[in-house]
């Protein structure tokens, strides 16, 4: 082994360590958060309802303080709006002039 060699960590041993150990803490962060995938999931899509309604609130008469800065992301979220009115248990969107469904 040369001492360029020695610089670049070619050792097989420590490779094969470190892979172990790559794969070991995969595993336990696996194993730790697999009983709060369901609670994150719904804290998530509890936190999406709030960001769509912040988004579409002027649309549907509450005065949003944050309008001008949500106003560049509706034509990302039309597509998930037909799904958020459902979960919130709006039937029909809520929008006079918008209808999705």
Not at 23 to 36: I, L, N
Not at 51 to 66: D, H, I, Q, R, T
Not at 78 to 101: N, Y
Request: charged fraction near 30%; aromatic fraction near 12%.
């Amino acid at each position: 082994m040369t001492d360029d060699d020695h610089g670049k960590g070619h050792d097989p041993r420590l490779e094969r360590i470190r892979a172990w150990l790559s794969q070991a803490r995969f595993f336990a962060e696996e194993v730790y958060s697999a009983r709060y995938r369901g609670a994150i999931a719904r804290a998530r899509r509890d936190e999406d309802d709030l960001f769509m309604l912040l988004v579409f609130s002027e649309m549907m008469g509450v005065p949003n303080p944050a309008a001008y800065y949500t106003l560049e992301l509706q034509p990302l979220l039309l597509e998930r709006f037909h799904d958020w009115h459902r979960r919130m248990g709006m039937e029909h969107s809520p929008l006079d002039h918008f209808k999705c469904c």
